[in-house]
């Protein structure tokens, strides 16, 4: 019987108990049925006899032997006797008794069977058995399986009828003895604890259901939640006059509920770049519900995956639309339902998918370094200029503030940007710049910065040297400013010694030649604001929060009458250098990382990476802030990169994290089923779990979604439930059937 069965009954059965009496059926219709229920599939089973039975209507199988069935390949099936193999078939083999009766009868697996049975393979793989036997003592295994031998005679009766009505449509096919037909238990009904199921088939022996004289479709199930649903409401077929949907008044609407954990893995303590440490050793908190390894089977099927872990479930409803009678009335049984599912997942071939597609090249990153920030500065310098040059740029390699607006002036020269100390020149530098062999060299910053020791070097040299400077940092960095073309866009930043901001823009600034002014945090220098007036800058991007630019700077620059005033900035150095990166139109296939505490070595880099209109990100040394691998994993695309610094600068864990963040997480799916038929959700949680349409409600916890339902079944024709509870009432079973199929007539 198609998707019924609330009771899980216990076949009480004693092996050693078995009749003595005749059966009294009819032989002359005989039902074959496949035993799937009880047996599952297994490639190995247990035979034994009872009485006399032949093989193949010829060898001779007798009680007391032990037989063993094996599915040697995948058309043949082999029969040993106590462990010794006695024949091997194909395809099946055939067992029967000497003489139809209790008193001979098979033992498979434990379970006992009357009458004929035929060995199969199916599906080239199990051994599945069909038994053939009398339709009458059919119905005495399917009785008590469908409901307790122990419920009332009337309600048996009933039960009797409507299963042989059933039946006797399906003589000529072969069903199985599952709820998708009947439940069929085999021969349980030997002992006294079945006489009240006995019996209520006898005493209906023959007797059947038929409207306009053809035998009905006599569907039913355990539960209907207080309402018989309709067959056309149901499974769409065209509608039965005697299975209509109306209430149900004796069905004790028997409650039920499906409870689905929102958080089946708790992500947060899992290493997602490197879930081979955890896959094997990590389960869904529901691991074990049969309602969850069907949903978790469903998705399976559906992504195409060779594996799954489900990490959350987070959505389930169901519509408030209804099945409803012929009258308009609403049945309750809801229609349609929603789930939504996120989980992660190996392809076919065992491979975790993840975030960012394809495999990592080993070429993926170049570090750009020496042993100190001045080889580092010559080092960038090689992987940008080669040959000679016109015009090199020196920074103070110690403190960062007059190099760190440099960047500007050296791409406007088309100069490498190189550090040296404050009192000479380091020889590698002085080596790099004879290299190079420039007409024009600047120096960043006065005589404090940069010592008349290193210009005279450099002019015993030959070359010409100039000084750009102020008499502060702020100055200095107005003097580069003036440098530039013409302008009318400058960027500010905070001047102090510790702040990066400057080299989180110097990129984008150096390649679009827009100035970088420093600033106190509290205030514009009087330099800068008659820069300001004098370049007539309609446009300034304040550069980080106002705990480094203060709203007073803003205020400062409305005064001069600017009013187009943006600001970039995040929680930290790391935030701002992502929304820089965010901001701007940079080439993402090239990104320059950078150690965001000590960036001296860095800021070299910023002139090479504006050739390329690359960004550059700051990493702490030993770690990478979440911000940036966040940020890169959103790319959708993995970047070369490029480490301005060697371990030093930026150590070998950090690397391996931005590593990993190129890799990319493991990747989280969602399946959204939305308004999807009940079918499929009753189908996927299981018919034992998802026990009706009938929903009254979902709640909503904070930790759980829990479905509640009433019924059990399709709530089709008669309810097994409400029949007992009519018996009870004294109603006979022909009142019974009259209720549950009116218009039918009860015949022979």
């Known amino acids: 019987m198609a998707l019924r069965k609330m009771l899980v009954f216990v076949l009480l059965f004693t092996l050693c108990i078995f009749p003595t009496f005749a059966s009294a059926a009819d032989s002359s219709e005989q039902v074959s049925v496949k035993l799937k229920n009880y047996l599952g599939n297994k490639t190995e089973i247990s035979l034994a006899i009872k009485g006399k039975y032949l093989l193949n209507n010829s060898v001779e199988m007798t009680e007391g032997k032990n037989y063993t069935?094996?599915?040697?390949?995948s058309t043949t099936l082999a029969l040993y006797?106590?462990?010794?193999?006695i024949g091997t078939y194909q395809n099946s083999f055939l067992i029967s008794p000497v003489e139809y009766g209790v008193n001979n009868f098979a033992i498979i697996n434990s379970r006992y069977y009357l009458g004929n049975i035929q060995f199969t393979i199916e599906s080239q793989a199990y051994i599945r058995p069909i038994n053939t036997l009398p339709l009458e003592d059919y119905l005495k295994g399917v009785v008590p399986g469908e409901m307790p031998a122990s419920w009332s005679i009337e309600a048996l009766k009933a039960q009797a009828v409507a299963a042989r009505t059933y039946v006797k449509t399906k003589l000529n096919s072969v069903i199985d003895d599952t709820v998708s037909n009947q439940a069929y238990a085999g021969y349980i009904w030997g002992s006294s604890l079945y006489n009240n199921s006995n019996l209520a088939v006898d005493q209906t022996a023959g007797k059947v259901l038929r409207y306009n004289g053809s035998l009905i479709s006599a569907v039913y199930s355990s539960s209907n939640g207080g309402f018989i649903e309709s067959n056309a409401?149901?499974?769409?077929?065209?509608?039965?006059?005697?299975?209509?949907a109306k209430r149900d008044p004796y069905d004790p609407k028997i409650p039920w509920n499906i409870a689905l954990d929102k958080q089946q893995i708790n992500t947060s303590q899992l290493d997602l770049i490197h879930p081979e440490q955890w896959w094997n050793s990590v389960s869904e908190s529901q691991a074990s519900s049969t309602a969850f390894k069907g949903i978790k089977s469903y998705v399976l099927t559906n992504s195409g995956a060779g594996d799954i872990k489900i990490t959350d479930i987070s959505k389930v409803s169901f519509a408030d639309e209804f099945t409803k009678t012929?009258?308009?009335?609403?049945?309750?049984?809801r229609t349609k339902g929603t789930?939504?599912?996120?989980?992660f997942m190996k392809d076919s071939a065992g491979n975790y998918v993840r975030t960012l597609p394809g495999e990592l090249p080993d070429n993926y990153a170049t570090t750009i370094a020496g042993n100190t920030r001045y080889d580092t500065s010559v080092e960038i310098s090689k992987a940008g200029w080669s040959g000679t040059v016109d015009t090199i740029v020196i920074g103070r390699g110690d403190v960062h503030v007059d190099a760190i607006t440099g960047a500007v002036l050296a791409k406007k020269y088309d100069a490498p940007l190189l550090l040296t100390t404050s009192a000479a020149i380091p020889d590698v530098v002085f080596n790099r710049i004879k290299e190079l062999n420039p007409k024009q060299i600047y120096l960043l910053g006065g005589e404090a910065a940069i010592s008349n020791n290193v210009k005279k070097t450099l002019e015993n040299q030959g070359y010409q040297v100039d000084r750009v400077y102020g008499s502060t940092r702020y100055d200095t960095s107005v003097e580069i400013a003036k440098k530039a073309e013409a302008y009318s866009e400058v960027f500010i930043t905070n001047g102090t010694d510790t702040s990066p901001d400057a080299l989180s823009i110097a990129s984008y600034a150096a390649s679009k030649q827009i100035p970088i002014i420093l600033a106190n945090t509290n205030w514009l220098s009087d330099s800068t604001i008659q820069l300001l007036k004098d370049k007539q800058i309609s446009k300034v991007t304040l550069i980080g929060g106002t705990a480094a630019l203060s709203a007073n700077i803003e205020n400062q620059l409305k005064a001069l009458g600017i009013t187009n005033i943006e600001r970039i900035s995040g929680e930290t150095r790391y935030d701002t250098s992502i929304a820089i990166a965010n901001k701007y139109s940079f080439d993402k296939s090239k990104v320059y990382f950078a150690q965001g505490r000590v960036f001296i070595d860095a800021l070299p880099g910023a002139v090479l990476a504006s050739y390329q209109n690359a960004p550059v990100i700051l990493t702490d040394k030993d770690s990478l802030p979440q911000v940036s691998k966040q940020w890169i994993q959103s790319l959708g695309f993995r970047p070369n990169i490029v480490y301005l610094g060697g371990d030093a600068a930026i150590s070998p864990i950090a690397r391996e994290q931005i590593k990993g963040a190129l890799i990319g997480d493991i990747k989280k799916f969602n399946l959204e089923l939305n308004d999807t038929k009940m079918s499929v959700l009753r189908s996927m949680m299981g018919a034992s779990n998802f026990k009706s349409y009938l929903i009254t409600n979902v709640q909503d916890t904070s930790s759980q979604f829990i479905i509640n339902g009433l019924g059990y079944g399709h709530g089709v024709g008669m309810s097994q439930y409400g029949a007992k509870s009519m018996a009870e009432q004294g109603f006979?079973?022909?009142?019974?059937?009259?209720f549950y199929y009116p218009g039918t007539s009860l015949t022979n």
């Not at 069935?69 to 390949?73: L, P």
């Not at 789930?339 to 989980?343: D, G, T």
């Open 339 to 343: 789930l939504h599912i996120e989980y």
């Open 69 to 73: 069935i094996k599915v040697e390949n």
């Open 326 to 333: 012929s009258s308009g009335e609403s049945t309750g049984n």
């Open 233 to 244: 409401n149901y499974w769409g077929s065209a509608q039965v006059p005697y299975l209509a």
């Open 732 to 738: 006979k079973y022909d009142a019974i059937l009259g």
């Open 81 to 85: 006797e106590n462990s010794v193999k």
